[in-house]
């Protein structure tokens, strides 16, 4: 097997940030799915039960979960299905949009986002007692702009290929 290529030095610290992400979404995703997998729960789940939760008690539609989960319809509305069939939650038609669905938690949802919740809070307080007390709010500020960095870099890339498209010199 041939050696890995050494780090470009020019690049810097910057090379780091996509494998530095990786490992922590990895780690902190399997970590959750062992801690959770008697409730019979992915990670993706457990974030439509939390912004169902959190969310307005008329429901979501799955439009607006889509866009809060940073995915596309087809996976979501996949996780929903299954969801429903566990009898997490319910989809009842828009009030008043007859191509939506709106979606609701059911008590086994409830229940099940109070349980997973409890857990998911305890992971993050291990995870977080790395860093000194006074660091931890800074670090998940730092964090939320990164990943708002993070989606704001796939807008401006998803507008340049779809500006791309209509360009007919291309």
Same mark, same amino acid.
């Given at each position: 097997? #041939?050696?890995p290529? #050494?780090p470009?030095p020019?690049?810097?610290?910057?090379?780091r940030?996509p !494998?530095?992400l990786?490992? /922590?979404w990895? =780690?902190?995703?399997?970590?959750?799915r062992q %801690?959770? &997998?008697h409730?019979r729960l992915? !990670?993706?789940?457990f +974030? $439509?039960l939390r912004?169902l939760?959190?969310?307005? !008690? &008329?429901?979501?539609t799955?439009r607006? $979960?889509t866009a809060?989960m940073a +995915?596309d319809p087809?996976?979501i509305? +996949?996780?929903i299905?299954r969801?429903?069939?566990?009898?997490l939650?319910a %989809?009842? !038609?828009?009030e008043? @949009?007859?191509?939506?669905?709106?979606?609701?938690?059911?008590p086994?949802g409830?229940?099940?986002?109070?349980?997973a919740? %409890? $857990? /998911?809070? @305890?992971?993050?307080n291990?995870i977080? =007692?790395i860093l000194p007390?006074?660091?931890?709010?800074?670090f998940?500020? @730092?964090l939320e702009? $990164?990943?708002?960095?993070?989606?704001?870099a796939?807008e401006?890339?998803?507008?340049a290929?779809?500006a791309g498209? +209509?360009d #007919?010199e291309?």
């Amino acid at each position: 097997m #041939p050696e890995p290529t #050494p780090p470009d030095p020019s690049l810097g610290e910057l090379k780091r940030l996509p !494998p530095l992400l990786r490992r /922590a979404w990895y =780690s902190l995703n399997q970590a959750f799915r062992q %801690r959770t &997998a008697h409730l019979r729960l992915t !990670p993706d789940q457990f +974030s $439509i039960l939390r912004w169902l939760s959190e969310g307005n !008690p &008329a429901g979501m539609t799955q439009r607006q $979960i889509t866009a809060l989960m940073a +995915s596309d319809p087809n996976t979501i509305t +996949s996780t929903i299905t299954r969801m429903e069939k566990a009898g997490l939650l319910a %989809r009842h !038609p828009h009030e008043s @949009d007859r191509r939506a669905h709106r979606v609701k938690l059911l008590p086994k949802g409830k229940r099940t986002f109070v349980s997973a919740k %409890r $857990i /998911a809070v @305890d992971l993050q307080n291990q995870i977080l =007692s790395i860093l000194p007390e006074e660091r931890r709010d800074g670090f998940l500020r @730092d964090l939320e702009a $990164i990943a708002g960095g993070c989606a704001a870099a796939l807008e401006q890339t998803l507008r340049a290929a779809d500006a791309g498209k +209509s360009d #007919p010199e291309r």
